[in-house]
């Protein structure tokens, strides 16, 4: 596989193609996903729950991303690789910033960061200094004791309408990717439509542009009761390597999401 750049992910998208992207969080994994050509990776702050044991992301500290940053940049070669900045890390302009500069330099090429009140702007700060960025909108879990759970975002028509247009003021601020979490299935198929910046799914339906997965989930070894947007690769393989791999092939082919995975 190429080097993946967002300029690759952009042609995918105009080509009407799909890409596939999973969490990674260790050298040894990253190496695993490089060599099954998975187009990108993403050190989420899902580390939070799956290798630190947290009920949610919300005590992931901006040190703990930028150590497992630089973990997985050590043997990533060609996915694109982006970093969350978690929670609470990007309250100020200056603090956005500061600690997108601190993913960039332990080896982000992107940084991502979940929806608030105030996304567009920062977005358009961290644009306006070069920083590229992937707008986490839909479900936002750092909020998750806000919303009360992880419930399904963007039911009704007044919802749908204000995410479509979340989804063009951020384009329009800068943002080079768009990360679509837990939604309705046709809305997300609409904003992927509406938007031409690649647009990555989880629990969003198969319309995306791509889709995600935390690796854990996909493996079938997460600690807790996996949401019904989750598939295990592993029953289906011989091998971690040969499930990751199945992965890319099912999202690339439109085989996964399933009807099953969708709402
Ligand atoms: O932190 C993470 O792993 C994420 C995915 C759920 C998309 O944001």
């Not at 949610?56 to 901006?62: E, K, Y």
């Not at 979490?181 to 904003?191: G, M, R």
Request: some cysteine.
């Amino acid at each position: 596989m190429k080097n993946i750049t967002l300029r690759t992910l952009n042609t995918i998208k105009k080509n009407g193609e799909k890409f596939a992207c999973l969490t990674a969080y260790d050298a040894s994994f990253a190496q695993v996903i490089n060599d099954a050509a998975i187009e990108v990776i993403l050190v989420g702050d899902s580390l939070g729950m799956v290798l630190q044991g947290h009920a949610s992301t919300v005590p992931v500290s901006i040190d703990d991303m930028v150590y497992h940053t630089q973990c997985v940049a050590q043997s990533n070669s060609n996915s694109l690789l982006i970093a969350d900045l978690p929670f609470m890390s990007y309250r100020t302009e200056e603090l956005a910033l500061t600690n997108a500069t601190r993913l960039m330099q332990a080896g982000g090429q992107v940084v991502k960061l979940e929806k608030n009140n105030r996304i567009v702007e920062t977005v358009a700060v961290l644009n306006d200094y070069g920083i590229p960025t992937c707008a986490h909108i839909g479900l936002a879990p750092q909020q998750v004791h806000k919303l009360g759970g992880y419930r399904v975002q963007g039911k009704g028509q007044q919802q749908a309408d204000l995410m479509k247009q979340e989804a063009l003021d951020l384009q329009d601020a800068g943002a080079d990717l768009l990360l679509i979490e837990l939604i309705p299935a046709p809305l997300a198929a609409e904003i992927t439509a509406l938007v031409d910046i690649p647009v990555i799914g989880i629990g969003a339906g198969p319309d995306t542009d791509g889709q995600i997965l935390v690796l854990h989930d996909m493996l079938g070894i997460t600690p807790h009761t996996p949401p019904k947007f989750v598939k295990n690769f592993m029953p289906e393989a011989d091998s971690i390597p040969q499930a990751i791999a199945n992965y890319g092939l099912a999202v690339r082919s439109g085989q996964f999401p399933a009807p099953e995975h969708c709402f």
